[in-house]
């Protein structure tokens, strides 16, 4: 079992930034893939990034890509998703997610683990 605490969500204007942060505990952290998802109202969730159990790989919609990056210390056991340049439509929910296996992934289904989420909103 993987416990997952996201963090760091809050209120930003647009153009502005923000830091997440994802800290997981119970089984060795680094033997697990680390995903970030969002959800807004009344939309399905969606893919923002994913990264390999050794950090060494990424993976990012194409909606955040260049704007967002993520990133992971294996010694805190703590994922992170650094949104930069952030946009009104970046306004959600965002979860963390821990997935077994080596293979980025984008569907949601293909992760283990989920957090609760932390609230961002961006105004314009």
């Known amino acids: 079992q993987v416990q997952l605490v996201e963090s760091g969500g809050g209120l930003a204007q647009a153009g502005g930034s923000l830091r997440l942060s994802c800290a997981a505990s119970?089984?060795?952290?680094?033997?697990?893939?680390m995903g970030w998802f969002r959800q807004a109202p009344g939309k399905e969730r969606e893919f923002v990034a994913a990264?390999?159990?050794?950090?060494?790989?990424?993976l990012y919609a194409d909606s955040v890509k260049g704007r967002f990056i993520i990133s992971r210390d294996n010694v805190k056991n703590t994922a992170y998703l650094q949104m930069n340049s952030l946009k009104p439509e970046d306004t959600a929910v965002y979860y963390c997610a821990a997935g077994r296996g080596l293979r980025l992934s984008r569907p949601g289904n293909e992760y283990d683990y989920w957090g609760q989420g932390t609230q961002v909103t961006v105004s314009s």
């Open positions: 990264i390999s159990s050794s950090g060494g790989s990424t």
């Open positions: 119970g089984r060795t952290f680094n033997n697990y893939r």
